[in-house]
């Protein structure tokens, strides 16, 4: 089983509908979580950073974290076509210099 | 805003030779990261760098790999001989103590 699990898609959905992108994890030791936006060719943009279960609100951006059920989302409200990326999960044990793990990024599209 | 600055940004290289590529990281970071993503591929952790000495590094991470700090500024990602295989995009990453890792735009390396 894969440590992080994430579906490549891609996604296509039109202007101004919100948007559901989802990881699970199987190593419960994870405790830090992150969505990043990656561009063609870009480096990942951080998004959002969470550390507890719950939701995190940034803007158009809230961050969900289930730790009990291994499962963490990102929605995307009133998307604009600008938002078309690819979206990246990751997370990691513990602060300090521990790595990230990577999932495998979700593809999307925001149709105008 | 502080950013990662990486270069080249793009090197073509031939088989076996060596390869330098650089990377200034956020400057009050202590924690610098290279990251690599094969087209197409997920993110991939390579290397943890923290008080001038490697932290972790991945199987990824060979003899043919080497990390440096020559100065107070710089951080240089180091491959000897270089593959086919190691043809990426390699990603330069600066943490801050609360754990928000920011990435570089990367350097493409292409070996012929």
């Known amino acids: 089983q894969k440590e992080v699990e994430q579906d490549p898609g891609p996604l296509s959905v039109p202007e101004g509908a919100i948007v559901s992108l989802n990881c699970t994890y199987s190593?419960?030791?994870?405790?830090?979580f992150m969505w990043y936006r990656q561009y063609s060719r870009k480096g990942p943009e951080l998004l959002m950073y969470?550390?507890?279960?719950g939701n995190k609100e940034d803007g158009r951006f809230t961050a969900q974290v289930d730790k009990s059920s291994k499962y963490i989302s990102l929605f995307i409200r009133d998307s604009q076509p600008s938002d078309s990326a690819t979206y990246l999960c990751?997370?990691?044990?513990?602060?300090?210099?521990?790595?990230?793990?990577f999932g495998q990024g979700t593809r999307l599209t925001i149709n105008p | 805003e502080p950013e990662v600055t990486q270069t080249p940004s793009h090197q073509v290289t031939q088989m076996g030779q060596e390869v330098i590529l650089r990377c200034v990281p956020i400057?009050?970071?202590?924690?610098f990261y290279w990251y690599r993503q094969i087209l197409g591929q997920k993110v991939e952790f390579l290397v943890s760098?923290?008080?001038?000495?490697?932290?972790?590094k991945s199987e990824i991470f060979d003899d043919q790999f080497s990390v440096e700090r020559p100065d107070g500024s710089n951080f240089t990602l180091k491959i000897r001989s270089t593959k086919l295989e190691d043809s990426a995009m390699y990603f330069c990453?600066?943490?801050?103590?609360?754990?928000?890792?920011?990435f570089g735009e990367g350097s493409r390396l292409t070996v012929l």
């Open positions: 969470t550390y507890s279960s």
């Open positions: 190593n419960s030791a994870f405790q830090y």
């Open positions: 990751a997370m990691t044990r513990i602060q300090g210099a521990q790595k990230l793990v």
């Open positions: 760098f923290y008080n001038n000495e490697i932290s972790e």
């Open positions: 990453a600066s943490r801050t103590d609360t754990g928000e890792l920011f």
């Open positions: 400057s009050n970071h202590l924690y």
